[in-house]
């Protein structure tokens, strides 16, 4: 039975508090009366458009009121910029010109809402909060295409991922039932042994789909318990079906004993195993994993490294994306959906930790996770 969880629409007004507004302009006074009408709100200055761009790529902008004219970079080119990193941020424009010029090139721009100078202080006010609800309201769309858009390639994944096992299933028993096969031929028990393993390779998606089906739906609450990384490292290398089906590969250890760590072991485990699973499912039928777990300066370190294909310099911004995987060959049978390192990141970072990947193609990747680990300090 499927449980309805009920969720209380928030108005986006009600979560103004603390935002962070930029006011650009080329005049301190100016900059100083805005501020001092914007209590309430972080307010952070610069000067002209590339002291802006400086201040917003340090992140946490939440509107940004602007100047038209400026040394540097004016207003206009400000706003075009920052519309190309960021399409959903609200810029509000200030002029003393009426001309329509500077509008129409505003407009263009994408510019939000328009202020004219000299400035009226409760109209400023008024229009910050109506930035506010409007940025809340574009990222509420631009969420929804994204999910949308995520849907779509899933779906599409999924299909292409199922249409290949199930062809070769099909026809092997078209052929087989038109009497093609001999039981007694060599080829009816290699086919046979290939549509096994195709039946099983199936049987595994279905069971991926359900996990991730799990993990999606637990939402992100962690519940903490004393853990052992050493002990889960060790059981997850005895479980895995990666492990076991490259028996070529030398698995090495040092792993330096630790404390018990109070983390959400189901999460932590399901992050950990997606690092190892990958660098025995991506090394060649020989080689070497090698898995280490230090402890530096009350930062714990698990380190995962094999010597296998690697990965592309270009790929690898793109490796913690949902649905993308790496596929040196260009042929598009990866096995998997190209969730798991996603969901491990968020995991990870659930428990104040990180995960950073160094890899070069053709000679193997090294993987990091770091935890805070001070002892008796519940993360």
Same mark, same amino acid.
């Given at each position: ?31 100083? !009366? ?45 706003? +075009? ?22 509008? *129409? ?19 400023? +006010? ?10 809340? !309201? ?18 599409? !994944?999924?299909? /292409? ?17 038109? %009497?093609? $096969? ?5 080829? $009816? ?6 549509? $096994? ?21 637990? %939402? ?11 002990? @889960?490292?060790?059981?997850? *290398? /005895? ?6 089906? +490259? ?82 060959? /260009? ?8 969730? %798991?390192?996603? $969901? ?10 990180? @995960? ?24």
């Amino acid at each position: 039975m499927l449980e309805v969880v009920q969720t209380q629409t928030i108005d986006p007004r009600q979560k103004q508090e603390g935002k962070c507004i930029l006011i650009v302009d080329d005049e301190a006074i100016i900059r100083d !009366l805005c501020r001092k009408a914007l209590k309430g709100y972080r307010v952070l200055e610069a000067g002209d458009g590339e002291e802006a761009l400086q201040v917003f790529e340090q992140g946490g902008i939440d509107v940004i009121l602007t100047d038209v004219m400026m040394p540097n970079l004016d207003g206009i080119e400000l706003l +075009k910029r920052l519309k190309e990193i960021e399409p959903t941020l609200v810029v509000i424009v200030m002029t003393g010109y009426a001309d329509k010029d500077v509008i *129409l090139n505003a407009l263009k721009a994408d510019a939000d809402d328009f202020i004219t100078k000299p400035l009226n202080l409760l109209q400023l +006010k008024t229009a910050i909060d109506k930035a506010l609800v409007k940025k809340a !309201l574009k990222e509420e769309i631009a969420n929804l295409k994204n999910l949308d858009r995520l849907k779509s390639n899933f779906l599409s !994944l999924v299909s /292409h991922k199922f249409r290949t096992p199930i062809t070769s299933i099909s026809l092997f028993l078209q052929n087989l039932a038109s %009497g093609v $096969y001999d039981p007694e031929d060599s080829a $009816y028990q290699k086919n046979l042994r290939m549509i $096994y393993d195709e039946s099983c390779y199936l049987g595994g998606l279905v069971t991926d789909l359900l996990t991730f089906s799990q993990v999606m739906d637990k %939402g992100e609450g962690l519940k903490l318990e004393p853990c052992n990384l050493n002990s @889960i490292i060790l059981e997850l *290398l /005895h479980a895995s079906k990666e492990v076991a089906g +490259k028996p070529g590969v030398e698995t090495a250890f040092d792993l330096e004993p630790l404390p018990s760590l109070f983390l959400d072991r189901e999460k932590v485990s399901f992050a950990i195993k997606q690092v190892i699973d990958n660098a025995y499912k991506f090394s060649r039928s020989t080689g070497r994993v090698a898995i280490f777990i230090k402890n530096q300066d009350n930062i714990c370190k698990i380190i995962v490294e094999d010597n296998g294909v690697g990965i592309a310099k270009e790929d690898l911004p793109k490796i913690f994306e949902k649905f993308y995987q790496v596929d040196s060959d /260009h042929a598009g049978q990866i096995r998997g959906f190209g969730l %798991g390192l996603f $969901y491990a990141r968020e995991f990870i970072r659930l428990h104040n930790g990180n @995960i950073a990947v160094e890899s070069e193609l053709g000679k193997g990747t090294r993987v990091t996770i770091t935890f805070p680990a001070a002892e008796g300090c519940p993360i």
